[in-house]
């Protein structure tokens, strides 16, 4: 900022310098009274952890759980299709984005692993450590699959389908055209071309994505403490997908460690998290 530029602010009688956006909750945040889902432990409540694909695309050939099934403080391990029996398939696609393709997307992968990171089984235990510990005893066989990764030639006869019930790689297309653009760029004095190479971007939160979901099967009600930006989205997520009434849902937001549009999505370990929790009948984080 040059002189004058500095100069010119600081004598403005309404400048923005010193001011700042309210935050009410920030003393109790300063005092080290936040309530997130982490924080939370409620009476019989244990952990559940997610074995999840090395691949960013592959087959899964075979899974033996006996040995995590037999570990240290293990309750129970299960695989895509276990869950997949409590929790109907959900897609993943805006209504205002008229076209737009996804195939059913289930909470834990079944067959098929189709990104690098997706969840395949999942290991309940008495503790995070003992879930943790028990992932390292799962014997999971892949048969890698090829990957798409080059947005450019996706679309390319040759280029493998990532799922082929969809018939192609494209999820969504759209055309804006406004105006004469061939005859502006035929009278313009300088037209300038060129190809722009972005990096990976995403939100990060100082708190991850975390949840503890409370299952009382004497009022089939589902309670779940979410890190979510989207209560009442979730709510009727949750509802339709593991077929609950949605009075019967309830989902609880209490302080939110950042979200920058990363905890309004359906992501398929939450999903799990709170089958397994109708499955066991008592909460699970």
Known sequence: MNDKLSASILDRPNSYI??????????????????????????????????????AHARIVGINIEAARRAPGVIGVYTGRDIAQLCQPWVGTLEHFAGMKSAPQ?????EVARWQGEPVVAVVAQTRAQAEDALELLQIDYEELPTVTDPETALDPDTPLIHPELGDNLVFGTKIEAGDIDRACAEA?????DVFHFGRHTGVT????????DYDPSEQRLTVYHGT???????????????????NVRVVAKDIGG?????????GEEMATCALSILLKRPVK
């Open 18 to 55: 010193g001011r700042s956006v309210p935050r009410p909750n920030a003393r109790r945040l300063l005092a080290g009274r936040g309530q997130f889902p982490s924080d939370l432990a409620l009476p019989r409540m244990v952990h559940v952890a997610f074995a999840r694909s090395p691949y």
């Open 106 to 110: 289930y909470p834990l992968a079944c």
């Open 259 to 267: 979200a920058f549009g990363i905890k309004l999505h359906v992501y």
């Open 206 to 213: 100082l708190e991850p994505r975390a949840l503890v979901a």
């Open 189 to 193: 004095d300088l037209v300038v071309e």
């Open 229 to 247: 930006q989207t209560p009442y989205q979730m709510q009727d997520v949750y509802a339709r997908h593991l077929g609950l009434a949605e009075e």
